[in-house]
């Protein structure tokens, strides 16, 4: 390995930034850290440097030879011409006081032997012109230049003694887009033949730039393996929480976002605080970095754990085939969408799944176990939000009793534990609780506050998985857009996995990670929302699709229109404005 990091610790003070970090890099390879700020990324690169001022141990090796005790005499000699680094404060990194050429060729003579070092601001002037800085930029001093000029000048510093390490601490941050492209190509051939460490909270820079990535939190990596594995199936809980909360151009649920803060130096794994999968092992003990597969992880779990898992599940109804082997699974923390027409089977399989129908044959798998029976402890972790409140909230029941009355079946705490929990759904939900909306009932309520205690009384045992069946159709826009972002926010806050049903694809699209197309009792495609209504590869989701965008297929190719548009864009018989509005 030409780059070998092993159990590297690093302290300022009390506080461990880095702890046990284990990495290697050999020449061509390109590895990308990425993770929140305070993650420990600039300090790791800064410690291969040797510019950390922090207390380390654990080892470093370059091309062989142990960093760790060499003099500073020996560190000035390897920086430069060895290994380079491009800071991420451009405005820290260049000297105010010299032009821009000046200081590019005085990294060419500390380095260099004195034929060259005669030569340095000839050579200088040639790197610059290599990243795009002409002649008369070169003599420029840097508050003269751009954002982006500047970091090419500080690019060209990196590759001018052509190091085999380089490390790239935010090269593109505040750029605009097109100069940020233009700097992305410019890295990406500069790159070739070296070993490179990008670091970044870009996902996609690292994308655009590394083979591998490396997931660190709080000092330690969480996840790590091939880029573009991971982008498109994330297997730790915080790398799924970073790819959700950035904005990408071809995403098309909601931004969601990680609940809490970092905190350094916590026991046990670091991420435990704020993950919603956590068992009592993970506040204990930290976990082993195990691999299966090129994917190394960090996670008592195993990583994202599957919750519920249904297999080959066939239900028959008055002799006909309602559901025939159908196959899907749902992940901690996940929504999925299960989308198709009127009669595909989506209700009859929320019933299936919560013991309401028999099925024929198949098994039904809650987190690792097959479900033989629907008890407590199964209604405990699995609720349902039935498309009607106002039918499924008994208009016998105030809000009040609505909302406890899951916690008296199973017979959960005393009545001020019951009232106590009551209330907690009820804020969670933004409803109010205070003595006359808690003794409202059902037709005192709008039809989004019903929905709401609705959720509130499915949310009151506790339970992982809701399943949701149309549960904001008979809503006005703007009430099932907050019943919507409920549901999300919930989902950040206690990792609910949600198998939301809808006829909706705009809907689907707007807050599912996955969909699921149902037609006649199967599913016929199935994938990430954004690359299925993107791709649709199966007629009948293409079909879903166009309809959705206000066109379908008439069953010969062509874009057929609803008559009322026609009319709008055409005279009668004027059929060369309605093709051309095809």
Do not use: W
Not at 43 to 55: A, D, E, H, I, Q
């Amino acid at each position: 390995m030409t780059l070998s990091i092993r159990n590297l610790r690093l302290s300022f003070g009390k506080t461990e930034i880095l702890r046990g970090i284990d990495l290697d890099l050999e020449m061509g390879d390109c590895l990308a850290l990425v993770g929140e700020s305070g993650a420990g990324k600039s300090t790791l690169g800064l410690s291969v440097m040797g510019l950390s001022r922090g207390s380390a141990s654990g080892e470093i090796c370059f091309k062989g030879r142990s960093l760790f005790g060499i003099s500073a005499e020996e560190f000035r000699e390897l920086r430069g011409a060895e290994m380079a680094m491009v800071f991420q404060n451009v405005e820290d990194a260049l000297d105010p006081v010299q032009r821009i050429a000046d200081q590019i060729a005085e990294a060419i003579k500390v380095h260099s032997s004195s034929t060259r070092a005669r030569d340095a601001s000839r050579l200088a002037v040639r790197h610059l012109s290599n990243v795009g800085l002409n002649k008369d930029k070169a003599g420029m001093y840097p508050h003269q230049l751009s954002g982006g000029e500047k970091q090419r000048a500080l690019i060209a510093m990196a590759l001018v003694n052509d190091p085999d390490l380089l490390i790239l601490d935010e090269p593109t941050a505040s750029l605009d887009a097109l100069t940020k492209a233009d700097i992305i190509e410019l890295l990406r051939s500069a790159i070739v033949g070296r070993m490179c460490m990008v670091i970044t909270h870009d996902l996609s820079l690292a994308a655009s730039l590394a083979e591998r990535m490396a997931v660190l939190y709080a000092g330690r990596i969480m996840e790590m393996g091939r880029t573009e594995e991971i982008l498109k199936g994330p297997r730790h809980p915080y790398t799924r929480g970073l790819i959700r909360s950035y904005p990408a151009m071809d995403a098309t649920k909601d931004l969601q976002g990680i609940l809490g803060q970092m905190v350094h130096g916590l026991p046990g794994c670091p991420f435990h605080q704020r993950c919603t999968q956590r068992i009592d092992i993970c506040s204990l003990e930290v976990p082993k970095q195990t691999e299966k597969e090129g994917r190394i992880i960090a996670c008592h779990r195993g990583g994202i754990v599957p919750l519920l898992e249904i297999k080959a599940l066939s239900l028959t109804l008055d002799c006909y085939p309602v559901l025939r082997d159908l196959n899907i699974s749902l992940c901690e923390g996940e929504t999925v969408a299960l989308v198709g027409e009127s009669g595909s089977g989506k209700t009859s399989l929320s019933k299936a799944i919560m013991g309401l129908y028999e099925p024929d044959r198949g098994a039904v798998i809650l987190e690792g176990r097959r479900v033989e029976k629907r008890d407590s402890a199964f209604y405990s972790r699995v609720q349902m939000i039935f498309q009607n409140p106002r039918e499924s909230v008994s208009h016998r029941m105030n809000v009040l009793n609505a909302v406890i009355e899951p916690l008296l079946v199973q017979k959960k705490g005393s009545h001020e534990q019951r009232l106590q929990r009551a209330k907690k759904v009820l804020s969670m939900v933004e409803l109010p609780i205070d003595d006359d909306f808690l003794k409202r009932y059902p037709h005192q309520l709008s039809g989004g506050e019903v929905q709401r205690v609705a959720i509130a009384r499915a949310l009151a045992l506790g339970p992982k998985l809701l399943i949701a069946d149309e549960p904001t159709s008979a809503l006005d826009p703007s009430v099932q857009a907050k019943i919507l972002k409920l549901l999300m926010n919930l989902q950040d806050r206690m990792g609910l996995a949600i198998l939301f049903i809808t006829h909706d694809i705009a809907l689907a699209r707007k807050i599912s990670d996955r969909m699921a197309v149902m037609q006649s009792g199967r599913i016929v495609e199935e994938g990430a929302t954004n690359q299925l209504l993107s791709h649709p590869s199966h007629p009948y989701t293409r079909r879903l699709v166009d309809c959705a965008s206000g066109r379908y297929d008439g069953g010969n190719g062509d874009i057929i229109l609803d008559r009322d548009v026609a009319e709008l864009i055409a005279e009668p018989g004027d059929q060369s404005a309605l093709e051309k509005y095809c």
